[in-house]
């Protein structure tokens, strides 16, 4: 078992981590570390939709950003640019209230660092709107090709569009990439997509990804950089 991974691999996976030539990372959470209350976040998009006249329950269940379409969907046409543009405002004055309290996530400095030093190219998959993942990445090495938001793509995570969109801009295959990240959607994505899903605890249970069967799991990210370029290096 390689060093690090904490998951069962197969050989196959080990043959494919030993192929890895670029890591596309999730950011806050993965890389950074913000105050984002995402539950006040997802029930300020709930109250949106009861405000505009729909039943919310149905969409209790969703993720923040499919709350969005969903209820957007729902509106007459001539609603929806409207209420886009409101609901887009609200997740922005929520992800950036306190932006200036962000740090790095232990060992995210020192990771990417190994990372890019060994020859690995990088890049980030956020669902974060502009400005907030501008601000968290100015946070870390600037060691990053691509950072692709909410805003560059039509469909995000866990839709797999949002890893293929940034793969293509660095032209990598997604056999030769890996996608990392803490969320299930961060795995769901990179599975969907083709590329090394991995998935990285920062504290969670051991077990928080196994229903969605990820390629690997790391504690940390420097067990994820221990890896696939070594420890001593």
Known sequence: MLAGIISDVSSTNKARLRGISAVLFDLDGTLAETRIDFSAMKGAML??????????????????????????????????????????????????????????????????????????????????????????????????????????VTRCKPDPLHIRAALELMRVGPKQAMMAGDHRMDVQAGKAAGAFAAGILAGRPHDYFDAYEPDAVFRTLKELADALIGPDR
């Open 47 to 152: 109250a949106q939709a009861r405000g505009r006249g729909l039943e919310a329950a149905d969409l209790s269940g969703l993720d923040i950003l499919a709350i969005v379409e969903q209820t957007a969907a729902r509106l007459p046409q001539s609603e929806r640019e409207a209420y886009r543009e409101e609901a887009w405002r609200t997740l922005e004055e929520f992800e950036l209230r306190h932006i200036s309290e962000a740090r790095p996530m232990p060992g995210a400095e020192d990771a990417v660092g190994r990372l890019h030093a060994d020859g690995l190219r990088l890049g980030i998959v956020t669902r974060n709107c502009r400005a907030a993942a501008e601000h968290l990445a100015a946070l870390l090495p600037p060691v990053f090709e691509v950072c692709l938001t909410r805003e560059d």
